[in-house]
């Protein structure tokens, strides 16, 4: 069966300190990957997909980038944290397919103080 | 782009009784797919139930059932029989391509004992 991994659960960070999140998904091959980020009483927000090795697709401009060096590993990366990079961070997985729903790590909450 | 819209920020409902949450969308596309996630306390996302746009029938998963209205861009969400475990956000998302799906705001269901 596939599981997703997705670590740390808790982090607190200075402000300008750098970021890193890793997500690893076992059990499959070729996953369409993503990471969401959820703000206190607001739904997910897209940040980043990627559909193979190598191929990062942002769906917002902000202080944040994804890598995706590996086909089951997945990164969130950020050089310098802002205050507004606080929340709660989702990776998350689906299959190539668009009849297919996404399946979701733990998450890591982020504070930045 | 799609949005998705849930306009109820909070619902109470009496344990063992029936309640409908409400989600629009807006789409151009024709071949897209629909879901509800539940997020309990624990911040897991959790699949409830998926619709596929060109059906007709609506889903039903136990004590969980759509009502999909296509023209209408209307796809709610009825629990019958509430439970206290049924207490929990519960968010309305859309997927109509290999990027993503794109959520609500989420409803926080609370169940009244």
């Known amino acids: 069966s596939q599981t997703i991994h997705q670590w740390p659960a808790t982090l607190v960070q200075p402000v300008g300190s750098p970021l890193s999140l890793e997500c690893t998904v076992e059990g499959t091959s070729n996953p369409n990957l993503y990471w969401y980020r959820q703000a206190a009483g607001r739904g997910l927000q897209l940040l980043f997909y990627?559909?193979?090795?190598?191929?990062i697709s942002s769906e917002v401009p902000q202080n944040l980038s994804a890598s995706r060096p590996q086909d089951r590993q997945f990164i969130l990366s950020s050089k310098k944290l802002l205050l507004s990079d606080s929340g709660f961070y989702l990776c998350?997985?689906?299959?190539?397919?668009?009849?297919?729903?996404?399946?979701f790590g733990q998450g890591t909450r982020l504070t930045v103080v | 782009a799609q949005t998705v819209t849930q306009s109820q920020p909070e619902m109470s409902v009496q344990e063992a009784e029936t309640v409908t949450l409400s989600c629009t969308y807006d789409t151009s596309e024709s071949d897209y797919y629909l879901f509800w996630y539940k997020q309990p306390p624990s911040r897991q996302m959790i699949l409830v139930i998926r619709q596929e746009a060109y059906k007709q029938q609506n889903a039903t998963e136990n004590r969980f059932s759509v009502n999909f209205q296509k023209a209408a861009k209307s796809f709610s969400l009825k629990i019958s029989d509430s439970q206290l475990g049924d207490a929990a956000m519960y968010f309305c998302a859309y997927r109509g391509g290999a990027d993503g799906l794109t959520f609500g705001k989420g409803t926080h269901l609370i169940i009244q004992p």
């Open positions: 990627s559909v193979g090795i190598g191929q």
């Open positions: 998350a997985w689906s299959v190539n397919r668009l009849n297919t729903e996404a399946f």
